[in-house]
Every structure is written in structure tokens, then in C-alpha cells.
């Protein structure tokens, strides 16, 4: 039994959850957020809450129990306070700038890296940080997630693109005997 599952997921004041066929739509705030449940597992709006039950016991459905169940836990966040992630970049010459949609990136290759932001995120670039915000936890994640493959931060220096907060094993360099 999943225990994430067996949870009851509250409605906060300002959000309309409804469920059409398996598709569950939330809206909120900040926007909308439509997604679809597997067939094999049931949503029951009541007063209030939300709770994901399975339909069929003979297969073994705990991890999308619990799955689903989170799904839907993020998309009422996420049209109520919304996600963000913070991205640092370290590095002498490296930068970013925001052009209309555009990320430009300066990261020591012998070309700009431009990335374009999609529609649904906001971006915020300030000195050496990036904010990426959204209502959708997984776009949020995957985009900055994006950015940060551009340029791994690197275990000598420590130069590159991480997370805000992250932590990099820095190694020893190389001794002259």
C-alpha cells in the first residue's frame, strides 16, 4: 500500500478541481494544469479533497498510486504559489543575459548558447543567478535541469552552472614533485 497514496489531498480556498473522463484539470491563481490518470486508479473529488483509490487489486498499482497522487498534490501548488528554481553560474567570463525569450549564455565555448524559454516558464537573470519559475513542477525542473547540462560544474575549479545551494566534491590537483 502506498502511503503516499492513501493520503487525502486538501483543495485550498481559490481552486477548482474537476475530472472529466481521466482527465483532471486544476485551476487556480496562477493558471490552469490539465493532466491525465491512468485508467486503472479512480479520483474522487468531495468537499474539499481529493482522494486517489485503485480500481483494480489484482495488479500490482502502489507506485502509480502514489505517483498520481503527488501529481495532483503539485498541480494544486503549483497554481497557488507556483515552483521556481535558482541556478548560480561560477566562473570568470561566464554569464547570462535575457534577451526578449531568449537565454544567452557566455560559458567560455567560442560561440553564445542561446536558449529559448518556453512560454509557460518565466526566467530572471541577476548577476551570477537564474531563477526559472512555472506552475508546473516537472517543466520548471526539466528546463533548469536544461540549462544546467550546458556547462556541469567542474570538479577542479568548480566553474560551470549548479543548482543554488548545490554541492560540488572538489578534487586535488596535480602536484610538481
Do not use: C
Not at 493532466?35 to 479520483?43: A, F, Q
Not at 498510486?65 to 507556483?82: F, K, L, P, Q, R
Amino acid at each position: 500500500m502506498s502511503r503516499v497514496g492513501k493520503k487525502i489531498i486538501t483543495i485550498p480556498t481559490g481552486v477548482e478541481v474537476s475530472l472529466k473522463d481521466t482527465f483532471i484539470t486544476v485551476k487556480g491563481p496562477k493558471g490552469e494544469l490539465t493532466r491525465e490518470v491512468d485508467k486503472r486508479l479512480s479520483v474522487v473529488i468531495d468537499a474539499g479533497t481529493i482522494k486517489v483509490e485503485i480500481n483494480k487489486t489484482k495488479d500490482n498499482l502502489s507506485a502509480l498510486w502514489g505517483t498520481y497522487a503527488s501529481h495532483i498534490g503539485n498541480m494544486i501548488e503549483g497554481v497557488t504559489t507556483g515552483f521556481s528554481k535558482k541556478l548560480q553560474i561560477e566562473g570568470i567570463g561566464y554569464k547570462a543575459e535575457l534577451k526578449g525569450t531568449d537565454l544567452v549564455f557566455g560559458l567560455g565555448f567560442s560561440h553564445p548558447v542561446i536558449v529559448k524559454v518556453p512560454s509557460d516558464l518565466t526566467a530572471l537573470v541577476e548577476k551570477n543567478m537564474i531563477t526559472i519559475s512555472g506552475i508546473n513542477k516537472e517543466t520548471v525542473g526539466a528546463f533548469a535541469a536544461g540549462i544546467r547540462d550546458l556547462k556541469k560544474p567542474e570538479p577542479y575549479k568548480g566553474k560551470g552552472i549548479r543548482y543554488e545551494g548545490e554541492f560540488v566534491a572538489m578534487k586535488q590537483g596535480k602536484k610538481s614533485a
